[in-house]
């Protein structure tokens, strides 16, 4: 997904960059594999169990990369669709960029708070992150963890 996330920042459409990480193999066959966020959410959900989480997947909230309607559809089907979804992500790029930010797909572990109130909570989708952060100075197909703690408050352990 980072791949997918510096081609619409580059100013690529999100159809013709899905289409290029497929042909380069970066997404499975199905590209909904990746682009539905699931594979983000179960390494996010690793996290937060250790980090003592009692999580279980259908706690994470997943925001995919397509709309409902195209779930359902063969892959042929699915690809040729996608450019029905290029303005809407043109869009979000647009409104990113006009505040100094770009897209990214990422997880939030949020655990519960020290003094035990609150489960904690595990979201995965896209967001508008300053551009000049660590996770807005990614690239390609590179990954990286933040970790924000009441030692690294003001700026994140990148790892």
Same mark, same amino acid.
């Given at each position: 997904?980072?791949y ?15 289409g290029k ?6 997404t499975? $066959?199905d590209?909904?594999d990746d ?7 179960r ?5 937060a169990?250790t ?6 997947l ?17 892959? $042929? ?6 450019p029905?979804l290029?303005?809407?992500?043109a869009?979000?790029?647009?409104a990113a960029a006009?505040e ?8 939030n572990v949020? $655990?519960?708070?020290?003094d ?6 595990l ?7 300053p551009a000049?952060?660590p996770?807005g100075?990614l690239?390609?197909?590179?990954n990286?963890v933040?970790?924000?703690?009441q030692?690294y408050a003001?700026?994140?352990l990148v790892?």
């Amino acid at each position: 997904l980072g791949y997918v996330m510096s081609g619409l920042q580059a100013g690529e459409s999100f159809s013709a960059v899905v289409g290029k990480a497929k042909e380069l193999g970066y997404t499975e $066959p199905d590209p909904r594999d990746d682009l539905g966020g699931v594979d983000v959410a179960r390494k996010a959900l690793i996290l937060a169990r250790t980090l003592g989480m009692a999580l279980e997947l259908s706690d994470v909230v997943v925001e995919p990369l397509y709309t409902p309607e195209l779930a359902e559809l063969s892959v $042929p089907d699915f690809l040729a669709a996608l450019p029905t979804l290029d303005a809407a992500f043109a869009a979000k790029v647009a409104a990113a960029a006009a505040e100094g930010k770009v897209l990214r797909y990422a997880a939030n572990v949020r $655990p519960p708070a020290a003094d035990g109130t609150g489960g904690g909570s595990l979201k995965v989708g896209l967001v508008a992150v300053p551009a000049s952060s660590p996770l807005g100075t990614l690239s390609g197909s590179d990954n990286l963890v933040e970790i924000y703690s009441q030692w690294y408050a003001a700026t994140p352990l990148v790892l």
